[in-house]
């Protein structure tokens, strides 16, 4: 006797491109009860208690060359001191134009 993987199926069925994603995604949730999507969200880290508030990605420049080095998500300070390859120079926050302390 087999067991059918019914998890492999429906993933299947969208691999050949049967059903899209998102239709999925929709018969799963219509299917399920509030708490199973509320333990869903929760087992994979997306209910309310993981999501922080949205973070402002900003640009790192260079203070001499203005040459753009990278991203960060808080601003540029002497703690976390970044300079630019090209030239050496410390970095600044694109977003407040400041350099660090």
Known sequence: MTTTNYRDR???LVEDGVV????LLLCCL???SQDDVKWTLDASE???RFMAEPVEILAVRCCECD???GETTCAVTASSPTLC?????????EATDTPPT
Do not use: F, N, V, W
């Open 10 to 12: 429906a993933l299947e």
């Open 20 to 23: 899209t994603a998102e239709h």
């Open 30 to 32: 219509k299917a399920m």
């Open 46 to 48: 997306l209910s309310e």
């Open 67 to 69: 040459e753009r080095i």
């Open 85 to 93: 390859p090209p030239c050496g120079a410390a970095a600044r926050d």
